[in-house]
């Protein structure tokens, strides 16, 4: 069953193909509604997500490796099973330690990311 976007209420993971970013980095978009958006994003070791900002507020865990998270110039390492939420239009960015996955949630949805 799928609601009024077209995206899917359940998601497997495997039915979903990776679209490389470049650079170690590759996202797959796991569901959306106009509200909000979930994707999950792979790292290569040494991969960096580089500082950026954006009017979605985010909230994300790291599902495997470690990565040094910096928001709004406040850097922390965090492992598999640690979060973290960036607030609208807050400088953020990653660099990953070792292979790592983080999955993301933002709202509302990444239009962009559509595209």
Not at 97 to 106: I, K, R, T
Request: proline residues 5%; contains cysteine.
């Amino acid at each position: 069953m799928t609601d009024k976007t077209g995206t899917d209420m359940f998601v497997v993971d495997a039915d979903v193909a990776w679209e490389d970013l470049g650079k170690g980095v590759r996202r797959k978009i796991l569901g959306w509604n106009p509200t909000m958006m979930m994707t999950r994003v792979a790292f290569e070791a040494g991969a960096i997500g580089p500082l950026h900002r954006h009017p979605h507020h985010q909230c994300a865990v790291v599902e495997s490796g470690s990565f040094d998270v910096t928001i709004e110039g406040r850097t922390r390492r965090l492992g598999a099973g640690d979060g973290y939420i960036v607030p609208s239009n807050a400088e953020h960015g990653v660099v990953a330690l070792e292979p790592g996955v983080l999955l993301d949630v933002f709202t509302p949805l990444r239009e962009d990311f559509l595209a």
